[in-house]
Structures are given as C-alpha cells and as structure tokens.
C-alpha cells in the first residue's frame, strides 16, 4: 500500500466511481426492487441473498431509516420520482401504523401493519424523526415536519429523563447509564437541524442537544487511562466492571466518532475534530483485527474473555462506520495513517461482504469472512448502513478539487 | 466405527471410566475449587478458562442447577460432605436472596445477593424446585421440601395461566406459544416426584403433569410431515412461517427426546419411548454437522438462512444432550445406530470442548470446533449440562450386568 486510494486524484477517482456505481446501480436497485411492498405500503428488509422475502414482518426502524435514506439520496444526488415514493412509502406506512396508543413507536408489525412487538427504547422514534425530516425538505409537506419535532421530543423524553424508560438491571442496585442514547441523539438533531433548521425540540435547540450529548460522552465514556471509549458506565461516569460494562464495540464507537467529526466539520471546530479523532485512533486499534483484517463485533476493556460468544463476527455496519470514519478523518486531518486505515477496511469489506452475483452485501460473516448467513436484510438490516456509507463518502469525495461532475 | 462403544462390554468399561473420572477428577473439583463463594456464600460462574472470576454476579438459575447437581451426587454416588455443604450453599443463597416482593425470583443478582435483573418467564423458579427436592432428601430439611412444591408451584401458574408473563409479542396480533415450559416441566416434575413422591401442585400430580405436558408437545410442536420439533406455534398448533416460527433448536429437541424416554423408562410405557426416539431421530438428521461434526445451534425448518447470524456455533450443552440421548435410545431400543450416533457425539465432544490443561470443558465453538471464547463458565455455563450428562450416562452404564462397583 504505497499510496492510499485517497492520497491520489487516480484512487479518489476510482473511489468515486465505486462508491456512486455501487449505490446506484447496486444496492439502491436491489431494494427497489425487493424491498418495497407493493401491497401494503412500506418496506420489506427481510430479505434472503436473492431479494426473496424470508419473513414479511416489518421493521418500525426500517421505515424509517429506508424513508429517510430515500428521501435523502433524492435531495442530495438526483431527482428521481421513483426515490422520492420510496421515501413517502416508508413515511405513510409509519402514520398508519407505528404509533401504539400510548404515543411510543412499535419495533416489528404484521405486513399489513399489526402490532407484533414493543420494546422498551425509543430508537424506532429517533429514525421516524430523520425520516420525516428529510422527507419533509423533499416533499413540502408540512405534516412531515411536524411530525419529525413530535418524533424526536418523544425521543429526548424517554432517552433523557429518568425512568420512562422501565431498566433492564436495577437502578437502585446498579444505577448506569447507556451511550446510545446520545450517539444517536446527536445524528437526529444533526438532521433535524439540517432540514427543518437549528428548532428549539425538548427546551433546547437542536446543536444544544449535540453539545449536551457531545459532553456527555466526552465526560463520562471516553477513558484516556484505557484509550478506550465505553457502551456503558455508571451514571457518575465509573467503570462498572463486570461483562456489560467492559463491553466494548468498536464499530459503535468509530460511529460515534465520526459523528462527532462531521459536527466539527460543520463547524470548523478543531477541537471537536480532536475529540473524534480520539476516539478513531483508540477503537481502531481495539477494533481492528490483525490477524484476519476486518472489524470485530466486541472486544472487552482488559482483553478478558467476553460474553457475546459471537464476539469475533464481522458484521457489514461497523465495517461501513470505519469506511466513513477514516474517510472523514483523513480528510479533516490530512494525516496519511487514516488514508491507510480507510483502504484498509475499504478493500476489506468489498472484497467480503460484496454479492457480485446477486447484489447488495451479505450482513453476517465469520472471523476469517466467511459468510455465515447469506441473507441480506433482516430487523436490523436494510437499506441503511451499506448505501448511507456509499452516499457520505461519496459526498466528501465530490469536495475534491479535481471533482466535475457530481 | 466397527464395533460402537456402546456395543462391547470393553467398550462401556472405557466409557464408565472417562464419565466417572471426568464428573469426579475433574469437572466438579473445578467448580468446588473456583466456583464456591466462601464469602457470601452460593456459586459464582462467570469463571475464566483456569476459574478465575470474570464477573461477581450471580445467576439464580445456577444456585438452583448448582445445588441441584450438588446434592444429586451426594444422593445417589457417595455421600460427600463438601457435596452436601455445596448444595446447601445454594439453596441458602436462594432462600436469602432469589425472591422479589412480588413473589417471583430474579435473574440475576449482585455477589451480595441485591437485585440486578428480573426477566419475564420463571426457570429461576424450575431450578430451584429441583434443588430443593433433592436438597430436602439428601439433608433432611422439612423448610426444602415445603419450598421446592411452593417454587415448582409458582413456575405452573406463570408457564401455564395464560397472561401471568407479559408477552413478548402481541397476542392478539399471534398468539404463540413456546416447547420451553413443557419440557423444563417435564424435568421437573420428575425430580420432585423422585424426592418427594408424586404429590399434587397445582391442582395436578407430577405425573398428570408430565402427562400434560407430553401430550402438548405430541399434539402442538412435533410435525410428522416435516419430520421436525418446533420450539414456538400458533396456540392451535400452526406453524408460524416467520423466522421465529421456523427455528430449530436441535439441542433443545434432543434435551425433550431424552426427558419422554426417561418417563418411558421409568412407566416401562413403550408408547412414550417411540415418542422421544422419534425426535430424536427427526431432530438428530435435522442436527448433526455432516461436514464438520457437532450439533447445530439452529436451523430453519424450511432450509432457509435463520435469523441468529451464529446459528453455526457448536455450544458444550447440545452436545451434552445429545450424548444422553442417543446412549439412552440405545439402552431402550438396542438399535445399534443409536450406539453409532452416540460414539460420534461423545468423540468429537470430548475432543473439541474439553481442556486437558485447566479441566472443565468450554463451552462455545466456532463451526469447526476451534475455540471461541475460553472462559468456563457465566450466566448460562456452570455446573449442570456437563456433570448432569457424564451423572446420568454413568447410571446407565451401572444397569449393565457386568458393572461391579458402583
């Protein structure tokens, strides 16, 4: 690796074009064209290596996160019809039939939308949020905003204010305290910001919300003496040292950075950059597995054995955060290793999670890459991580000089 | 494979040596050594490979199995005191800490015995009726007694009143219902009945009980069409053609084939012994890895990609099961390929998940039996599949004529 892709007009150029070809004539067609249920509404993401359905029970996240990509590629990349009725699919699916009657967001419904399961966070309103702001900006409908503020003032309700959410493990007994939460907290508020502008939600606007959450995590999951950043801690902050609290999840983690990243870019605060930076350079080197390449799912705190006994799998979404991640810090910094660690985990994942045959990218592989299972959507697979990679790199790579076309 | 072990009175005696040695030298010296709390008393089990402690917590599940195992060895293979004083360490601990106000038993809780999770259904309830049954016979203790018919009592009226455990998905969008209760009932009905006579709980005798639940298993979860046992049905016996719906659990199935020909051994009842073979034979096909060996974690009924991305891990307790259930078909049947899946399961067992080094066995294989995490025990792992197996499949080898010393 002499030269890293991103060092080069040459390798940006070939980047430029596999990121773009792949989103669009890749991944985007397959979920167009397997993914929409044409019956009912909405999306279908349970689906085996060839688009065929495994199982017709719909994602809450899906409809959201899939409306919210759509509406997105349709304001950012091309006008196209057909991506702007994805969107609004997605979205009506979730007026019709998200909402339980106490206000709180389904996780899974029936095809034709009946309730089948309820969990006890708020992700399910948190993408609804981004999806209705987006699709907002896309479509003019006034509804859509509205709806978007409602979604995430629920959202900051539950996350933030003690015991809506009913704990998994004793408070009283062990009080701590998640960095979900705020890692998702600060991506919603960006959009909402993005789209519907920096609106007060909750009694604080939409970039208080990322401060909040920024120093939050700043001071209470980032550990300098580790060089590690937490899933969870305490609630004042200290290493709860048993399985869950040595937990660590690098893909997670290199989300969260380059989260923090992107907010400093918008800003042009260096300190901010820092921070996210910080958290790159650690998790990577917990992450990033030496012998096999790839990211691993969980590694612990002190290198002791952990209790996901999965822990070793290479999952498609982490692997698309640290694309994103060294991309981005690469090219905020200039500093040569993230161009390095980017064609790294770049040539990785396309070489092993890549379909050529049937498209899109297998989810689940083993340790050395093999496929596990070659499905390629689920609850917690759909068109998400894979084409909001593809999409934002694709996006810093158009700020290139050298860039003509978009 | 010419002459099965099973099959040559050689061939029993080398297997009643590796059970007896490895259940005496070596499994239970490892949890007696490392997993007994001398602090607080109970059973730790989140123990690394050489039984250090990984975590403090402390599964109330595994102060039932742990006492239950304890006191079973002390009952029915010599009368050791430090056997004795390990279940009573149990059974204290559950009598101090394993209740919450409301009557139920937690999951988990702290090394101190506070409160950390409760969890929806009741096994903390079957394993502790188990311990106290065998805990009142091996020591005496009228308050056992009393307390395995209260717990075994409570995991009834949870398992089987309908509405008592939240369901995890709306009933009135699917109602469902799970093999899990029939079969953990089924054992432990046989154990109080063991030590404390066929009583009547709930309105039932143990043994109407066991009844109960095989007729419910004969009637809802086994598809002779599909030559398959279901864990989850519509509550009219459907199947639910969704991913929950299609998943096997090989391991499982072979834990209730070995249960049903228990109860067949004992009533003599030949009906009930073609039952438990029956799926046995389905669920072994359904199972067994041809090409690398093991049990199969899960499978999809249809042959399509299963929902858990690590359905391909080979985990110490299916082995365990099926160990037991092919040595005990044979016992009951004579068929000798009994005896040939026996010897595949016990060689490819003993030699991926044991460690000659620290004892014990691991617990969690990858695919091919490499090692996946080393640790030797957390919440699910500790003393019970392994010392049940090497116990139970020791007192089937002491029924053959030319057994001389217990």
């Known amino acids: 690796m002499e030269t890293p892709y991103l060092t080069t007009a040459t390798g940006r150029a070939a980047l430029r074009h596999c990121y773009r070809a792949t989103l669009r004539d890749n991944v985007m067609p397959f979920w167009l064209q397997h993914g929409m249920d044409t019956e009912h509404g909405g999306f279908l993401t349970a689906l085996d290596r060839d688009g065929s359905v495994l199982d017709t029970d719909k994602s809450i996240w899906f409809q959201g996160r899939g409306a919210w990509m759509f509406a997105t590629l349709y304001l950012t990349v091309e006008r196209r019809p057909e991506w702007l009725a994805a969107a609004r699919s997605g979205i009506e699916f979730l007026r019709r039939h998200a909402l339980a009657p106490d206000g709180k967001m389904y996780f899974t419904v ?22 209705n702001a987006a699709y907002a900006r896309a479509s003019g409908d006034a509804r859509a905003a509205a709806d978007a503020e409602r979604c995430f003032a629920t959202y900051l309700r539950y ?44 009694g604080r606007t939409c970039t208080q919300w ?98 996901e006994y999965w822990h070793d799998m290479k999952f498609w979404w982490p692997h698309c955060e640290a694309i994103i991640a060294t991309h981005l810090a690469w090219t905020l910094t200039g500093d040569e290793r993230y161009a390095r660690w980017h064609q790294q985990v770049h040539d990785w994942s396309f070489h092993h999670f890549a379909d050529p045959e049937r498209g899109e990218w297998y989810g689940y592989l083993h340790r050395d890459g093999r496929v596990s299972v070659p499905l390629k959507g689920n609850m917690w697979k759909g068109p998400f991580h894979l084409p909001r990679m593809l999409w934002y790199c694709g996006r810093l790579l158009a700020e290139y000089p050298e860039t003509t076309a978009p």
Request: net charge neutral; hydrophobic share 40%; with cysteine.
């Open 110 to 131: 029936t095809r034709d939308g009946r309730p089948l399961r309820m969990r006890r966070y708020v992700f399910s309103e948190a993408f609804a949020a981004i999806a």
């Open 159 to 202: 996350s933030f204010e003690p015991g809506l959410i009913p704990p998994k493990v004793s408070t009283d007994t062990r009080p701590m305290m998640g960095i979900g939460p705020h890692m998702i907290g600060i991506a919603t508020a960006q959009e909402l910001r993005l789209h519907l502008g920096d609106r007060t939600v909750a």
């Open 210 to 307: 990322i401060d909040y959450s920024i120093a939050q995590i700043e001071q209470h999951f980032m550990k300098p003496a580790h060089q590690a950043l937490l899933e969870v801690v305490a609630t004042d902050g200290a290493i709860i040292d048993h399985f869950d609290g040595r937990q660590l999840n690098p893909g997670h983690a290199l989300e969260a950075a380059w989260f923090i990243m992107h907010e400093g870019k918008l800003r042009n605060d260096q300190r901010l950059i820092q921070v996210g930076r910080t958290i790159l350079d650690w998790m990577w080197q917990r992450g990033w597995d030496q012998e096999c390449g790839g990211i691993f799912y969980f590694r612990d705190l002190r290198g002791l054995p952990v209790q």
